[in-house]
């Protein structure tokens, strides 16, 4: 990853060597950013950000691939976030998923995935709205053995959220890797030329299924912000509207 980074113009970075063949870990970023190293582990690269007048703190996250070492994951996390008050962005492959819903194949025991709840609560992190399909590891094989999983994602704290109330996590397409790349934009701002001119909202959807979900989402992606909820909204809207049609068709 160092001689991939060299060849990269305009990057600083910082690499972690496996042991062995296990771990192994690198945190890339633009020239502008000012960063700098706070710890690092085989498991984690925590980083101070500054940029704009704002401090923040990004980690780079891997959890513990067996499960009989989960909870070093879960100590981890929590020892990274007593470390600062600094607003806070986690991000990385957890190698779990908080509810069976984020699998595709296959069963997790109850307690495997408390534990991560829990420990993502002790925390007060929330996880940042994706887009994209949602399952983000593959593990390659075909029919009934097939297994998938949200297990890569990114969270944060409120303050950092009060700072990008804009950030969205878009899950990439996978190729080569089991994991698909997930990609954060740190300030996803709607505006009104997103939408396509035209737009309105027809009195006679009300009432009709699926339509007040659509809204429903649509507002939870403007979080807070009365311009971007309008906004989403409305592109919640259309594509509601194209899938009813795509129904009926």
Same mark, same amino acid.
């Given at each position: !990853?160092?001689?991939?980074? =060299? +060849? $990269?113009?305009?990057?600083?970075?910082? &690499?972690?060597?496996?042991?062995?063949?296990?771990?192994?870990?690198?945190?890339?970023?633009? +020239? &502008?950013?000012?960063?700098?190293?706070?710890?690092?582990?085989?498991?984690?690269?925590?980083?101070?950000?500054?940029?704009?007048?704002?401090?923040?703190?990004?980690?780079?996250?891997?959890?513990?691939? %067996?499960?009989?070492?989960?909870?070093?994951?879960? #100590?981890?996390?929590? $020892? $990274?976030?007593?470390?600062?008050?600094?607003?806070?962005?986690? !991000?990385?492959?957890? /190698? =779990?998923?908080?509810?069976?819903?984020? !699998?595709?194949?296959?069963? @997790?025991?109850?307690?495997?995935? /408390? /534990?991560?709840? *829990?420990?993502?609560?002790?925390?007060?992190? *929330?996880?940042?709205?994706?887009?994209?399909?949602?399952?983000?590891?593959? /593990?390659?094989?075909?029919?009934?053995?097939?297994?998938?999983? !949200?297990?890569? @994602?990114?969270?944060? *704290?409120?303050?950092?959220? #009060?700072?990008?109330?804009?950030?969205?996590?878009?899950?990439?397409?996978?190729?080569?890797?089991?994991?698909?790349?997930?990609?954060? $934009?740190?300030? @996803?701002?709607? *505006?009104? %030329? #997103?939408?396509?001119?035209?737009? +309105?909202? =027809?009195?006679?959807?009300?009432?009709? &299924?699926?339509?007040?979900?659509?809204?429903?989402?649509?507002?939870?992606?403007? @979080?807070?912000?009365?311009?971007?909820?309008?906004?989403?909204?409305?592109? #919640?809207?259309?594509?509601? +509207?194209?899938?009813?049609?795509?129904?009926?068709?």
């Amino acid at each position: !990853m160092r001689r991939v980074r =060299e +060849k $990269l113009d305009g990057y600083f970075g910082i &690499e972690v060597d496996c042991m062995g063949r296990a771990g192994g870990l690198a945190f890339m970023w633009k +020239k &502008e950013l000012d960063c700098s190293l706070l710890t690092a582990s085989i498991h984690h690269i925590d980083l101070l950000v500054k940029e704009g007048g704002r401090e923040w703190r990004a980690t780079g996250f891997y959890g513990w691939p %067996m499960v009989s070492d989960r909870n070093l994951s879960w #100590e981890l996390l929590r $020892l $990274l976030s007593g470390q600062s008050d600094l607003p806070w962005l986690c !991000m990385g492959d957890f /190698n =779990e998923v908080l509810f069976s819903t984020e !699998m595709k194949g296959g069963s @997790r025991p109850q307690w495997q995935m /408390n /534990n991560f709840r *829990t420990s993502v609560d002790d925390c007060g992190l *929330t996880d940042i709205g994706w887009e994209g399909y949602q399952f983000t590891w593959d /593990n390659g094989q075909a029919g009934e053995a097939n297994r998938q999983s !949200m297990i890569d @994602r990114a969270m944060c *704290t409120n303050s950092w959220l #009060e700072l990008f109330p804009y950030a969205k996590l878009i899950h990439l397409t996978r190729e080569w890797s089991d994991h698909a790349p997930i990609k954060l $934009l740190l300030d @996803r701002r709607v *505006t009104v %030329m #997103e939408v396509k001119r035209g737009f +309105k909202f =027809e009195q006679m959807w009300i009432g009709e &299924e699926g339509c007040e979900e659509a809204i429903r989402r649509g507002v939870g992606k403007g @979080r807070g912000e009365l311009g971007a909820a309008i906004n989403e909204c409305a592109r #919640e809207l259309q594509a509601w +509207k194209k899938s009813s049609i795509r129904k009926i068709g």
